[in-house]
């Protein structure tokens, strides 16, 4: 009776909807807890997804979680051009450094590379508290210090039902030209130079380990009762 468990006072958990979408005994993502401190500047990530359709999941670390948005096309450097970016689940800050491939049959299947990384402000100067009140609001006006992405960006919401779709729009700043495909121009991994390719190589699993990863394992995973 003692060791009842404890419910969580909230009724939905933080990062509920990541964990329910994953199996983590077969996917080498971070199962992850939401953070509370932010004394850091605030991360951003662009993890490159060549899922059943490729895309560019970008990531804002917000509140604890990484708020995330699935971005088709990828960003680009011309203010002219609207990148649809459809909100999806947040995800755990860990989730920042994951690279490699998420199995077949498994959600989201597909190689993952780390396209870029760095951190980001509210382009008013105004902190986390500013990002909360532009996200609440749908418009959310942020500067990118990162390697690929650099300098003003805004994310618009769009009035449409269902799960939330913004625009991903460069500003006018000195960064911005039409002239840069970035998404054609960087192929390569910001953490390991590797191509999705190479990481895909990476991943998948030698013959002998294949042998042994067929053997009933010795030890049983405890938790998960999901059929194969
Ligand atoms: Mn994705």
Same mark, same amino acid.
């Given at each position: ?57 970008? /990531? $804002?670390?917000? =509140?604890? &979680? ?5 971005? @088709?096309?990828? +960003? ?71 390697? /690929? $992405?650099?300098? =003003?960006? &805004? ?5 449409? @039902?269902?799960? +939330? ?64």
């Amino acid at each position: 009776m003692a060791t009842r468990k404890r419910v969580r006072a909230k009724s939905k958990e933080p990062l509920a909807e990541y964990k329910s979408k994953r199996d983590f005994t077969r996917t080498a993502e971070p199962p992850g807890k939401a953070v509370k401190q932010t004394k850091h500047a605030l991360r951003f990530v662009v993890q490159k997804h060549a899922a059943s359709s490729l895309h560019y999941d970008l /990531r $804002l670390e917000l =509140g604890g &979680v990484m708020k995330s948005w699935a971005v @088709p096309k990828g +960003p680009s450097y011309d203010p002219r051009v609207k990148r649809l970016a459809m909100e999806v689940e947040d995800h755990p800050i860990d989730y920042n450094s994951f690279e490699g491939t998420i199995p077949e049959g498994e959600y989201g299947a597909g190689t993952v590379m780390l396209w870029d990384r760095g951190t980001y402000a509210a382009e008013d100067g105004g902190g986390e508290a500013s990002m909360r009140e532009g996200y609440e609001a749908g418009d959310l006006k942020i500067r990118l210090k990162g390697k /690929r $992405l650099m300098g =003003g960006w &805004v994310l618009v919401r769009m009035r449409r @039902p269902g799960r +939330p779709q913004w625009l991903l729009i460069k500003h006018r700043d000195e960064y911005s030209t039409p002239r840069l495909d970035v998404t054609k121009k960087v192929l390569t991994s910001v953490a390991t130079g590797r191509t999705m390719d190479e990481i895909a190589e990476a991943s998948r699993p030698t013959p002998a380990k294949k042998k042994r990863a067929k053997r009933p394992a010795a030890k049983k995973k405890r938790g998960s009762k999901r059929p194969a």
